[in-house]
């Protein structure tokens, strides 16, 4: 969880620029946890057993890690930081978002902060007991045609950390009797 006494959220350029140069340009950044409420955790993540639920069984169990992220989850109650990383540095603690905010082009780079103006990417581990609803992610063509943005995936699933199946391994396909045309549609 997040000791807030330690973080640094307004002009994080003077830290930044200490952790950068201690760092020899590299950011230590901070486990970032997300609970999803309709799944179940599958226990890979190396989470203690009392953390699983941090966030409140309403949240649901943290089945992700999230690594390298500016951006927020997408979950209903989430807490304020949920999904972002945080850079850590002699105690202190600070949003990368911010410091990618501040200085965009030594955090990341030239190449991708003039093209988008953040760091638009992140990396996370899955870790679920069961399968995943199906779903799907649009290209960046179909997307911008209501306003949102793509996401492209790829997956990796570490040996070292899926040494276990679970308990199904298996995506359904298709729609629940009743679905009507208009609800596919929306």
Same mark, same amino acid.
């Given at each position: 969880?997040?000791?807030?006494? #330690?973080?640094?959220?307004?002009?994080?350029? %003077?830290?930044?620029?200490?952790?950068?140069?201690?760092?020899?340009? *590299? /950011? +230590?950044?901070?486990?970032?946890?997300?609970?999803?409420?309709?799944?179940?955790?599958?226990?890979?993540?190396?989470?203690?057993?009392?953390?699983?639920?941090?966030?409140?069984?309403?949240?649901?169990?943290?089945?992700?890690?999230?690594?390298?992220?500016?951006?927020?989850?997408? #979950?209903?109650?989430?807490?304020?930081?949920? %999904?972002?990383?945080?850079?850590?540095?002699?105690?202190?603690?600070? *949003? /990368? +978002?911010?410091?990618?905010?501040?200085?965009?082009?030594?955090?990341?780079?030239?190449?991708?902060?003039?093209?988008?103006?953040?760091?638009?990417?992140?990396?996370?581990?899955?870790?679920?007991?069961?399968?995943?609803?199906?779903?799907?992610?649009?290209?960046?063509?179909?997307?911008?045609?209501?306003?949102?943005?793509?996401?492209?995936?790829?997956?990796?699933?570490?040996?070292?950390?899926?040494?276990?199946?679970?308990?199904?391994?298996?995506?359904?396909?298709?729609?629940?009797?009743?679905?009507?045309?208009?609800?596919?549609?929306?």
């Amino acid at each position: 969880m997040l000791a807030e006494e #330690n973080l640094v959220s307004d002009n994080v350029s %003077g830290i930044l620029d200490s952790a950068l140069d201690a760092g020899e340009g *590299l /950011l +230590r950044l901070t486990p970032t946890w997300v609970p999803r409420s309709f799944l179940h955790p599958g226990r890979r993540l190396r989470l203690h057993a009392d953390d699983l639920y941090a966030y409140g069984a309403d949240r649901g169990g943290i089945d992700e890690r999230w690594f390298g992220s500016t951006t927020e989850a997408a #979950n209903e109650g989430r807490v304020w930081h949920e %999904g972002l990383s945080f850079c850590s540095f002699e105690g202190k603690t600070f *949003l /990368l +978002r911010d410091a990618v905010s501040e200085a965009g082009s030594r955090v990341i780079g030239s190449t991708i902060y003039d093209k988008y103006d953040r760091w638009p990417i992140y990396s996370k581990f899955f870790d679920n007991m069961g399968p995943i609803p199906h779903h799907m992610h649009q290209r960046f063509e179909d997307a911008e045609l209501v306003g949102q943005e793509g996401k492209p995936e790829s997956y990796y699933f570490a040996p070292q950390y899926n040494n276990v199946d679970n308990n199904f391994s298996y995506t359904f396909m298709g729609l629940e009797p009743g679905t009507t045309k208009a609800q596919v549609r929306k």
